[in-house]
């Protein structure tokens, strides 16, 4: 079984409005809030073991905050198809991933993150930012993802839920 961490990207500006969506950065909350949830991943033992990233600025430095305080120890990995990231572009990203993963941190934007989750998991969940959704999957390799696999939501946090 593989397990699953749907991220939506922290709380951005939009202080800014000549810069472009894709480079919008954190604003104060979202700096805040991003390494709060990746420390409720760690005191729940679910730290993951590979992260992958949208390339929009809000995207990285989330996962980037979310690596620190998790404790994770290699690489990120962007992936252009998480922008803005329809859910068939969750699927082609998981059924690519390195075999030797177990559990995957996603980090990504709505409202695909959200519709890709209720495809998935047949469950209509609303995921603010900063919020993570933990899915199990009942895979054993990640070639066997497909748009027709089925998994279970065990649990979803949101940062004004975490301490």
């Not at 949830?37 to 929009?56: Q, T």
Request: some cysteine; charged content about 25%; aromatic content about 4%.
């Amino acid at each position: 079984m593989k397990t699953l961490l749907l991220m939506r990207h922290a709380k951005s500006t939009h202080k800014d409005p000549s810069l472009p969506d894709h480079d919008r950065p954190l604003n104060t909350r979202g700096e805040r809030d991003a390494p709060r949830m990746g420390r409720r991943l760690r005191a729940e033992n679910l730290m993951p073991d590979f992260i992958v990233s949208s390339p929009a600025k809000r995207a990285l430095a989330t996962a980037e905050a979310v690596a620190v305080a998790s404790h994770y120890a290699s690489a990120l990995v962007v992936a252009a198809d998480l922008y803005p990231g329809e859910p068939a572009a969750f699927v082609r990203v998981l059924s690519h991933l390195p075999e030797k993963c177990h559990r995957v941190l996603i980090v990504g934007h709505n409202p695909g993150l959200e519709m890709f989750i209720g495809e998935l998991t047949g469950t209509a969940e609303a995921l603010p930012t900063a919020a993570v959704a933990v899915v199990d999957l009942p895979i054993e390799r990640w070639q066997e993802f497909c748009q027709e696999t089925r998994a279970t939501l065990r649990h979803v946090w949101r940062p004004r839920e975490v301490e």
